[in-house]
């Protein structure tokens, strides 16, 4: 089965709709498809997928926060139907994003940036595109459009910065200048706690997204623990990650026992970029048992322990027991699909 738990519609910051998504996977002979809009469930994709004869379930990409460590993060999280407190929790994030653009615009406007918030905000409405659910690469995408921008660019940073890299060294706080563009507000991303708290509440999977871009190696080995330890029950291989990714994963899944979820982030832009892939794409150095493997674990979590007729109270001990059985499966996990 073909299967693909991560990519954006037009709903979020993806080119493409639910429905021409859905062609595309008939096209591809997908089996099981999870659209992870960023901060925002789309509800209605998981029902036209079923209707088209795919296998699909709510989904969502959350943008959290690593109060211990200082980072910013993102989980992939997945579940049969989430609670009203995860669509209130989402919204306080989205809303919260909308006041920092409208104060990032602000500060581009008085260096001297061709920008302006109503504009913006019409650009963007002509195209179907979802304006609650802004993100930086939005701003970036319109802010590239006026080669005076890019000039400008030029001039107050001494460096020829893409699309992408004006993004991370700009419009965030962490990279090399911040001092120029980047707005700072009092956070507003939910915690790890938090975000456990409603994957629990959910029977959910909360899935450590695409570690490969967000964490060194050395991160991953320190922080994975904690992590699982706070609530997470799964880690993404992306379809971008290295060999040495893939195995470090599959190392620290042995020992700690956390199920795997799947791919591209992909969203169906014209042209590719580092951290995105093709739909459906299939990294190379995982094999083809490991992906069959986990895919049986999560219709396990999502498909199957919601409709047995047991008590709540049981269904955290029989999961438990299935990623115990996962510790055992070794010799599935080091044969690659193909060698590179």
Request: charged letters at 30%.
């Amino acid at each position: 089965m073909r299967i693909d738990m991560h990519f954006h519609s037009k709903f979020s910051d993806g080119r493409l709709t639910a429905v021409e998504i859905i062609e595309l996977a008939k096209q591809k002979w997908a089996g099981f498809i999870a659209c992870t809009e960023h901060d925002v469930i789309n509800t209605e994709f998981p029902k036209l997928a079923r209707e088209a004869g795919f296998k699909s379930v709510e989904a969502v990409e959350i943008s959290w926060k690593d109060r211990k460590y200082d980072k910013h993060l993102h989980f992939t999280c997945y579940a049969q139907k989430f609670s009203q407190e995860v669509h209130e929790v989402l919204d306080s994030s989205r809303a919260w994003r909308q006041d920092k653009m409208r104060a990032q615009i602000s500060l581009l406007q008085w260096h001297w940036f061709i920008i302006d918030w109503k504009n913006f905000l019409e650009f963007y409405r002509e195209r179907w595109v979802n304006v609650d659910n802004f993100n930086s690469s939005h701003l970036s995408s319109y802010v590239y459009m006026q080669d005076t921008n890019i000039a400008l660019v030029e001039k107050l940073t001494g460096e020829k910065l893409d699309r992408d890299w004006f993004v991370k060294n700009c419009l965030k706080d962490e990279w090399r200048y911040p001092w120029i563009w980047a707005v700072l507000m009092p956070e507003y991303e939910p915690s790890i706690e938090k975000c456990s708290e409603m994957a629990r509440d959910n029977n959910a999977i909360l899935s450590l997204a695409h570690p490969n871009f967000k964490l060194t190696q050395n991160q991953f080995r320190e922080r994975i623990a904690y992590y699982l330890e706070l609530g997470i029950n799964a880690v993404e291989i992306n379809a971008k990650a290295n060999k040495s990714w893939v195995d470090l994963i599959l190392e620290y899944r042995e020992k700690l026992g956390y199920i795997l979820t799947f791919w591209s982030d992909c969203h169906f832009k014209e042209n590719d970029d580092n951290e995105h892939w093709e739909f459906l794409a299939i990294n190379p150095f995982i094999s083809e048992q490991m992906i069959s493997l986990n895919n049986y674990y999560i219709q396990k979590k999502l498909w199957i322990l919601p409709t047995l007729n047991i008590p709540e109270s049981f269904r955290d001990d029989l999961w438990a027991d299935i990623l115990e059985y996962a510790k055992t499966l070794k010799e599935y996990s080091r044969t690659p699909v193909f060698e590179s």
